[in-house]
């Protein structure tokens, strides 16, 4: 079955600096990549998804970009704010399958 | 728009009472239902999904049980609670042409004493 890895599981940064997380993925036939950002105490939200027909997709500061060749994706901050602190998840499907999820990203974002 | 709810929102129970654990989605028509359980500081744990009435899959042995029994109802069962089974509880549904979104409720907080 499916297996996914993310790395860091932790990430300091300074506001305005970029973080980037980073996923890998086992089964060549997923084609489903969405990330997941969950603040503490609360529900998981989705924050942008990733189809297997496209390298990169951007919304506003946030961008995910995927190698299918190397079967990883990533996700990128820019201009990182403290509100942006969370825990991140990355997570792989086939379609109509069910998520697999990484064990997720701690990002500290300091003022 | 379609909205998920769950209840309780925590709870706090014996070991060895029983559980019950409700979800429900409104504003949809078939949807898919999961239900996760995340421990402290740690990853989502896919423990069943459902992609219909009466049609649950297991992901991992343990001692809780599922049940859909409408449409848009999924419940989530234990005859006696272990110390492992506090935890974080998530029910999440897609629905859509391609059913990859998942969208999570707000989440029942499981202290097991």
């Known amino acids: 079955g499916e297996n996914v890895e993310q790395h860091p599981s932790t990430l300091s940064v300074q506001e305005g600096d970029s973080a980037v997380i980073k996923c890998t993925y086992s089964?060549?036939?997923?084609?489903?990549f969405p990330w997941y950002k969950q603040e503490l105490g609360k529900r998981p939200q989705l924050i942008i998804d990733?189809?297997?027909?496209?390298g990169e997709k951007k919304d506003q500061r946030i961008a995910v970009t995927l190698n299918k060749t190397a079967k990883h994706f990533s996700l990128h901050i820019t201009e990182t704010q403290p509100e942006d602190s969370a825990v991140y998840f990355c997570?792989?499907?086939?379609?109509?399958?069910?998520?697999?999820f990484g064990t997720g990203t701690r990002l500290l974002v300091s003022p | 728009s379609q909205t998920i709810h769950q209840w309780p929102a925590t709870l706090v129970q014996p070991v060895g009472s029983p559980l019950s654990l409700e979800c429900t989605v409104e504003?949809?028509?078939?949807?898919?239902l999961y239900w996760y359980r995340q421990a402290a500081g740690r990853g989502l744990q896919l423990l069943f999904y459902?992609?219909?009435?009466?049609?649950i899959s297991s992901e991992v042995p343990q001692n809780l049980s599922a049940s859909r029994p409408q449409d848009r109802q999924f419940i989530l069962s234990s005859k006696k609670l272990l110390l492992s089974d506090s935890g974080f509880y998530l029910c999440?549904?897609?629905?859509?042409?391609?059913?990859?979104?998942?969208?999570f409720g707000p989440g029942t907080r499981l202290l097991v004493l």
């Open positions: 990733i189809r297997s027909n496209v």
């Open positions: 459902s992609v219909g009435i009466g049609q």
């Open positions: 999440a549904w897609s629905t859509g042409p391609k059913q990859e979104t998942q969208y």
């Open positions: 089964d060549s036939a997923s084609n489903y």
């Open positions: 504003g949809t028509s078939n949807p898919n």
């Open positions: 997570a792989a499907s086939r379609g109509f399958q069910k998520l697999v």
